[in-house]
Structure formats: C-alpha cells, structure tokens
T-cell receptor, first 115, second 112 residues
Framework: QQQVKQSPQSLIVQKGGISIINCAYENTAFDYFPWYQQFPGKGPALLIAIRPDVSEKKEGRFTISFNKSAKQFSLHIMDSQPGDSATYFCAAIHFPIQGAQKLVFGQGTRLTINP | NAGVTQTPKFQVLKTGQSMTLQCAQDMNHEYMSWYRQDPGMGLRLIHYSVGAGITDQGEVPNGYNVSRSTTEDFPLRLLSAAPSQTSVYFC???????????FGPGTRLTVL
C-alpha cells in the first residue's frame, strides 16, 4: 500500500523556471520528510528535509513547503538549471522507538530542464 | 570517506543461482539496511541491522539472507535467484535508526 503519493511522474521545465513537485501522505505518525535526488546509475542522495512542525524550509534554490493539516508537502526548485535534471523522490520517515526505520518513498518524478 | 559502497554494479543470474551483493560503509554507522527499487513501487525494505551481530527482517525478506559480522559490512545473499528478484538493490546506512540514511550507488540485478 503506497502511503506517499507523488506527482507529476514527469516534468519538463525551461531553464530559469520554477520546478514544483507535490507529495501527499496518509500516515500521521511520520516524523521527517526528506527529498532525494537521484541521477542515472547513482543512489538517492538527500537533498533537503523538513520536520512536520515547520511550514517551510529553504536551502539555496530548493524550498520545501509543508502543510500538516492537508498532509501535503512540495519541493520548489527556483531558477531551474540543466544540472537539476534528475529523478526526485519525496519520502516520509517514521523513527522507531526500536526496530526498523520506516522509510516510505514516493513514486518519483523525472525532471528535465531544457536549456 | 568513501561513504557507502556496493559491488557489483551489474549482475546477471540464471534462475536458481545464488550470489552475494556486497555493501560496506566507512562512516562507523550502526544502522544498515537493504532496499529493492522497482518501477512505480518506490523502495521496499528487505533486511536491516541495528549493529554488528543484530539483523532483522523488513517488508520483503523472502529469498534473501543477511549477516552483520562487522560494523562496516552488510552483505545480502540471494539463496536461489528467481526472476521476481530482478531489481535494483540499494544498501543504506545511518548513525542510528533515528538518523537520515545515506545510500550506496546500487546494484542492478537481472535474473533470467
């Protein structure tokens, strides 16, 4: 059962534009919401993350907006560059008292920035 | 630091063959885990370990074994490969279960 739904599946943005990727989750027990960037042939790399008690976090050109009541969060990439072309995964993490960390990924968004 | 390393990068097996996917980290992380990534299904946890000598099952453990004899290494064994195990496998590690995980580059496995 998919607990994190991500959209769109693919996105094409012109260089300098704003890329927006959306995610929605179901389980209110999640503690942490990271975004991962994955290039072909590489593993997912942590890009930016937010805790549910914060509504927005910005790091350089990357911003997470978080709406706890709607159980939605989104990634905004400002001034998108061709080097940002990659697959982006949102995720939700439940940190356990004991046992396995529950990490749930969204389905992924393939972002292409046209020069 | 090399981070999380995985070998091999690619592997083709025939049904019924066995093999071991290697994973190592040099960050002195206690928590390590194995995931498989299939199209449209995100990541699914296979096995995890909270420290040397301690392992446990994740969401999809059938057909896989793990061991953790050292802090650094966490190999994943396929006992008798099946076409359903065709996937990309990622190893990840973190300081503990309550910390962000770092992922290796992945192993693309095809079972014919």
């Amino acid at each position: 059962q998919q607990q994190v739904k991500q959209s769109p599946q693919s996105l094409i943005v012109q260089k300098g534009g704003i890329s927006i990727i959306n995610c929605a989750y179901e389980n209110t027990a999640f503690d942490y919401f990271p975004w991962y960037q994955q290039f072909p042939g590489k593993g997912p790399a942590l890009l930016i993350a937010i805790r549910p008690d914060v509504s927005e976090k910005k790091e350089g050109r990357f911003t997470i907006s978080f709406n706890k009541s709607a159980k939605q969060f989104s990634l905004h990439i400002m001034d998108s560059q061709p080097g940002d072309s990659a697959t982006y995964f949102c995720a939700a993490i439940h940190f356990p008292i004991q046992g396995a960390q529950k990490l749930v990924f969204g389905q992924g968004t393939r972002l292409t920035i046209n020069p | 630091n090399a981070g999380v390393t995985q070998t091999p990068k690619f592997q083709v097996l025939k049904t019924g063959q066995s093999m071991t996917l290697q994973c190592a980290q040099d960050m002195n992380h206690e928590y390590m885990s194995w995931y498989r990534q299939d199209p449209g299904m995100g990541l699914r946890l296979i096995h995890y370990s909270v420290g040397a000598g301690i392992t446990d099952q994740g969401e999809v453990p059938n057909g896989y074994n793990v061991s953790r004899s050292t802090t650094e290494d966490f190999p994943l064994r396929l006992l008798s490969a099946a076409p359903s195990q065709t996937s990309v496998y990622f190893c990840a590690s973190s300081l503990g279960p309550n910390n962000e995980q770092f992922f290796g580059p992945g192993t693309r496995l095809t079972v014919l």
